[in-house]
């Protein structure tokens, strides 16, 4: 094994897991967790869990386990904590979402009733469809701040915990636009002292989170830790930030054909895309200013896949349509449902359909689990600041603003196994294989 090139410390003790929001993905990713530590499951899923990792060359046959390559915690290592707008505990939250039969979630009856949740910070004026009353109270936002840190403190003390890691597992907040309060740390701190009205509170916990040195990582596609002051509490702290829009569905299947179709340079005419869904993810993006978020999330990832500056002839008139429909009696089964018009040799035309029934929160889950452990493993190796090489997990990922965000998912896969490879000191891979045959 070769020696790693940055020092990463030990993954010891206790890692707290701080969920925001207590609805169906925290829960099926809880009830996960506690199914395969007790045998009842497998982490189908999960790149950290399942997959494994080629080093060095083809003939050498070295490909060991993610998980037994890079010093990850153990799933018996995680302690979790969650805020959500109700009281209920992890087990009733989790029957009340429907995800996971009841002949699943008995056996981890005992695991998930001890999981209660702390009030949340949380505001109608940015999840207009949802209303709770197990909400904090504060006269500023920076108050409501100092609360969620206080609660930080009492569940790392209570558990002991050498380290925490805070994920966004809540509904998708209104659209908002950068604005003036979000370009600097000082304007920011002053607009939670204000109440300014462009902070949301997926801000006020990735403030709370980043100032107490914790990775926060954004699985909805709110605007939220990529702001400049954001960045800035980020450097300062030296801790990661990683998001955002958790890619589940309909864009996990846009991440895959649409690179197919550039390879192979076959052109676009149009991508029609609709999804329905019924549960309080469909509920909440029933409002337009909700849904407003989500589509921007979902609709820019085939121009920056297909590239159409560098291929005008393939690519740069394409019609790209994006819905989600409100369907309560799908629940959290989803339906995303593709029309694609392309066209190839002398301008023929053809189509390809995918009808993808999937569930939401059971393709989340293990995106979860390892975004938490390899967040918890870029703090310990001294990164800070935007991971982007865990790009493959998200709709929208983040990067450095100089640059065009990586869509195209074997390519962030390969970027993500790349830096693995980096830090553990092994040699990267370009898949190049000339040598074999010189």
């Known amino acids: 094994m070769a020696k790693p090139?940055?020092?990463?410390?030990?993954?010891?003790?206790?890692?707290?897991?701080?969920?925001?929001?207590?609805?169906?993905?925290?829960?099926?990713?809880?009830?996960?967790?506690?199914?395969?530590?007790?045998?009842?499951?497998?982490?189908?899923?999960?790149?950290?869990?399942?997959?494994?990792?080629?080093?060095?060359?083809?003939?050498?046959?070295?490909?060991?386990?993610?998980?037994?390559?890079?010093?990850?915690?153990?799933?018996e290592d995680l302690v979790f904590a969650a805020w959500d707008i109700f009281e209920d505990n992890a087990y009733e939250a989790a029957k009340k979402a429907g995800v996971l039969r009841p002949e699943h979630l008995e056996p981890l009856r005992a695991e998930l009733e001890a999981l209660r949740p702390m009030k949340a910070v949380f505001s109608r004026e940015y999840v207009r469809k949802l209303d709770g009353p197990h909400v904090k109270q504060g006269k500023t936002k920076m108050e409501l701040a100092e609360q969620l840190m206080e609660d930080i403190r009492k569940f790392k003390e209570e558990h002991k915990l050498e380290r925490l890691v805070m994920?966004?597992?809540?509904?998708?907040?209104?659209?908002?636009?950068?604005?003036?309060?979000?370009?600097?740390?000082?304007?920011?701190?002053?607009?939670?002292?204000?109440?300014?009205?462009?902070?949301?509170?997926?801000?006020?916990?990735?403030?709370?989170?980043?100032?107490?040195?914790?990775?926060?990582?954004?699985?909805?596609?709110?605007?939220?830790?990529?702001?400049?002051?954001?960045?800035?509490?980020?450097?300062?702290?030296?801790?990661?930030?990683?998001?955002?829009?958790?890619?589940?569905?309909q864009t996990l299947m846009k991440t895959i054909i649409a690179p197919g179709l550039k390879a192979r340079l076959l052109g676009l005419n149009g991508w029609f895309s609709t999804n329905i869904l019924g549960n309080r993810d469909g509920e909440v993006l029933d409002d337009p200013a909700s849904f407003k978020t989500k589509e921007e999330s979902k609709l820019s990832v085939l121009d920056y896949i297909l590239q159409p500056e560098l291929y005008p002839d393939l690519y740069s008139h394409f019609y790209h349509k994006v819905r989600i429909n409100y369907y309560p009696p799908r629940g959290d089964n989803k339906e995303g449902w593709d029309n694609i018009d392309i066209f190839g040799w002398m301008g023929y035309p053809m189509q390809i359909k995918i009808d993808f029934l999937c569930r939401d929160s059971i393709l989340a889950a293990p995106l979860v689990l390892d975004l938490v452990l390899f967040a918890d493993l870029a703090q310990r190796a001294r990164m800070k600041g935007i991971l982007e090489w865990l790009s493959f997990y998200f709709k929208s990922p983040m990067c450095a603003p100089e640059l065009y965000p990586e869509h195209d998912l074997f390519i962030q896969l390969m970027k993500l196994k790349n830096t693995l490879r980096y830090l553990m000191g092994e040699e990267q891979i370009t898949h190049l294989g000339i040598e074999y045959y010189q």
């Open 5 to 75: 090139r940055v020092e990463i410390a030990p993954p010891e003790g206790k890692l707290g897991v701080l969920l925001v929001g207590l609805g169906a993905v925290s829960t099926t990713f809880v009830a996960g967790v506690e199914a395969i530590k007790k045998g009842l499951a497998k982490p189908i899923g999960s790149l950290t869990q399942m997959g494994t990792i080629r080093l060095g060359k083809r003939t050498e046959k070295r490909v060991p386990l993610i998980r037994d390559f890079v010093p990850l915690h153990k799933l």
């Open 167 to 249: 994920i966004w597992c809540g509904s998708t907040e209104v659209y908002l636009a950068p604005g003036e309060v979000h370009q600097s740390l000082k304007a920011f701190e002053d607009g939670l002292k204000a109440n300014h009205k462009d902070i949301s509170p997926s801000m006020i916990y990735a403030y709370a989170a980043l100032k107490m040195g914790i990775p926060y990582i954004n699985g909805a596609p709110n605007l939220t830790v990529d702001i400049p002051a954001m960045y800035e509490l980020a450097d300062q702290m030296h801790v990661p930030i990683a998001g955002k829009d958790f890619k589940t569905g």
